[in-house]
């Protein structure tokens, strides 16, 4: 069992940028990712990190949004930057036991066996 912390989450004007932190109860090689939930939206992909530090992110964020990982503190990062109003979400950090050469599998919350309870981040305008 893998427990996630999500922290950083806040509220912030439309073009500034904010850090989250997914603290991570063990280290783990599989990959880690993050999503976010929109009030009466689907959850959407964000951002993922394998175990060699290679990353996928969907083209809504790509260029704005960073994923990172440091195994020595079992800690994800996003950085987040010119953050727009419907960045407005409940972002949450996921785990999984996996590994695939298909990348469609890193964007499928299905794939991820361990959730954070999220943090919100709410953007302005």
């Known amino acids: 069992q893998v427990q996630l912390t999500e922290s950083g989450g806040g509220l912030v004007q439309a073009g500034g940028s904010l850090r989250l932190i997914c603290a991570a109860s063990?280290?783990?090689?599989?990959?880690m990712a993050w999503f976010r939930q929109a009030p009466r939206q689907e959850r959407e992909f964000i951002a993922a990190i394998r175990w060699d530090d290679h990353t996928y992110y969907p083209t809504s964020v790509e260029g704005r949004f960073t994923i990172s990982r440091d195994n020595a503190q079992n800690t994800v990062y996003l950085h987040m930057s010119s953050l727009k109003p419907e960045d407005t979400a409940v972002y949450y950090c996921?785990?999984?036991?996996?590994?695939?050469?298909?990348?469609?599998?890193?964007?499928?919350?299905?794939?991820?066996?361990?959730w954070g309870r999220g943090t919100q981040v709410t953007v302005s305008s």
């Open positions: 996921a785990q999984g036991d996996f590994s695939s050469s298909d990348s469609h599998t890193y964007s499928w919350d299905s794939s991820y066996a361990y």
């Open positions: 063990r280290h783990t090689f599989g990959p």
